[in-house]
């Protein structure tokens, strides 16, 4: 267990829709990532907040949007979804006192699926 | 433009035997390197790390070496057990990528009895 909580495990929702996942970093970790797997394909970043405030952006579509909330607890807004959003998406936690070489933990993912 | 590269999707190795996952990179800023084993409908969960000063970090069965001048770096995990069956990834950070994770497509490791 890393420490790393993200809700909900699963989600099936239609094209068009919008969903909200959320994820709770370890205790004392200030720095949330989000990453996106879909099927054959590495974890591509999305997105990093650092105590609440936007620190990198990756491969994010602009359909898409975060936050960090004062509790540092993080939510990946989708919207407009499409067929091909349908992934994994996990997110990550790390001290973030440092710019780099900071491990992330992992959470356990929330899989999505757009029917 | 992959510029962690895992070549191998998939190996197959004996228990007890040693098991070799390779990873090359292609951005000379990256300067700190993880490995993380993911099991199916689970995150990825951390192995081990190393930094660009050193060639070689070690935590129980697992080994990093980094070797830089080839942009390379391998895990080696001995003695191979049943329970480290899985996916591995090879991720990569450095300054000029704001301590975003770039990651390999995965080795998926099988240990046979």
């Known amino acids: 267990d890393s420490g790393v909580t993200q809700t909900p495990k699963h989600l099936i929702t239609a094209t068009g829709q919008r969903v909200t996942l959320r994820c709770s970093p370890r205790?004392?970790?200030?720095?949330v990532y989000w990453y996106q797997q879909s099927l054959d394909q590495g974890l591509q970043f999305l997105i990093q907040y650092y105590n609440g405030e936007e620190r990198a952006k990756g491969n994010i579509l602009e359909r898409f949007s975060a936050q960090q909330f004062p509790d540092l607890h993080s939510e990946l807004n989708l919207s407009s979804l499409e067929l091909g959003d349908s992934a994994l998406y996990f997110c990550a936690s790390s001290v973030g006192n440092k710019l780099y070489q900071e491990t992330q933990y992992f959470g356990p993912g929330t899989r999505l699926l757009v029917l | 433009d992959q510029q962690v590269k895992q070549n191998s999707p998939s190996l197959s190795v004996q228990e007890g035997r040693i098991s070799i996952l390779n990873c090359d990179y292609t951005n000379s800023m990256f300067d700190y390197f993880l490995w993380y084993k993911k099991y199916p409908a689970e995150g990825p969960t951390f192995l081990i790390s190393?930094?660009?000063?050193?060639d070689k970090n070690e935590d129980g069965r697992f080994t990093v070496f980094l070797n830089k001048s080839a942009k390379h770096l391998s895990l080696h995990i001995v003695p191979s057990q049943p329970g480290d069956s899985a996916v591995y990834f090879c991720a990569a950070s450095g300054p000029g990528t704001a301590s975003k994770l770039t990651f390999g497509t995965g080795t998926r490791l099988q240990v046979t009895l």
């Open positions: 205790s004392g970790d200030l720095s």
């Open positions: 190393i930094s660009s000063i050193k």
